[in-house]
Structure formats: structure tokens, C-alpha cells
Nanobody, 124 residues
Framework: QVQLVESGGGLVQPGGSLRLSCAAS????????LGWFRQAPGKEREVVSC????????YHDDSVKGRFTISRDNAKNTVYLQMNSLEPEDTAVYYC?????????????????WGQGTQVTVSS
């Protein structure tokens, strides 16, 4: 089992910023690409951003491109999501998961490892 633990969520005003962290552990925790998903109340879970372990390739959903930046510190086995210019529509529970991501095929859940989630609320 791969263990994923998210942190960094909270309440922020529109236009503000937050940085989420996802710490991975377990014997195979360095073997996977990692990604961020979110689920708002009454909505389907959707992909936000993903990053490849092998070459650092990144994927962003169009709704966050230019505002969110994903990064990875392989030495610490941690993935970050820097969220700037936050909007009320970004309000959701954000989850970290193991994924497969690459040029030409986007980002997809792989082997179904998930964290517990962290709440992000954007409100004035």
C-alpha cells in the first residue's frame, strides 16, 4: 500500500493563494506519477493537475492553467500544488492520488491510491 497525506487547505478570500502538500510513503511510494483531484459539493470528482516522476512533465486542467502550479520534490517524496488567483469555483475537497500522466493521453488514476483530502474554501 502507498500512503498519501494531504495538507495545506483552508479558508482564503478570492484572489488569494494557498499551497497544498501531498506526502507519499510506503515501499513503492516513489514509483508513481502523482496528481491532484477535487470534488465540490454536488459535483463529480475532477482532475486538477498531475506531474510525472520520470521527466517532470505536468498536466493542468484548463480551468486552472496559468493560476495553479504543480511541483515535485523526489528527495522528499512530496508533491505540491501552488494555487494563486483563487476563485469561489475552486472551493472543493482536494485529493492526492497515484496517476499515469504523459503527452498525448492526459492524466488518469492508476492503481487507485488516494489520500484523505484537504478542504479548500474560497469565499469573501
Amino acid at each position: 500500500q502507498v500512503q498519501l497525506v494531504e495538507s495545506g487547505g483552508g479558508l482564503v478570500q478570492p484572489g488569494g493563494s494557498l499551497r497544498l502538500s501531498c506526502a507519499a510513503s510506503g515501499i513503492f511510494s516513489a514509483d508513481y506519477d502523482l496528481g491532484w483531484f477535487r470534488q465540490a459539493p454536488g459535483k463529480e470528482r475532477e482532475v486538477v493537475s498531475c506531474i510525472s516522476r520520470r521527466d517532470g512533465f505536468t498536466y493542468h486542467d484548463d480551468s486552472v492553467k496559468g493560476r495553479f502550479t504543480i511541483s515535485r520534490d523526489n528527495a522528499k517524496n512530496t508533491v505540491y500544488l501552488q494555487m494563486n488567483s483563487l476563485e469561489p469555483e475552486d472551493t472543493a475537497v482536494y485529493y492526492c492520488a497515484t496517476v499515469d500522466v504523459g503527452v498525448g493521453y492526459g492524466c488518469h488514476v492508476f492503481r487507485n491510491y488516494w489520500g484523505q483530502g484537504t478542504q479548500v474554501t474560497v469565499s469573501s
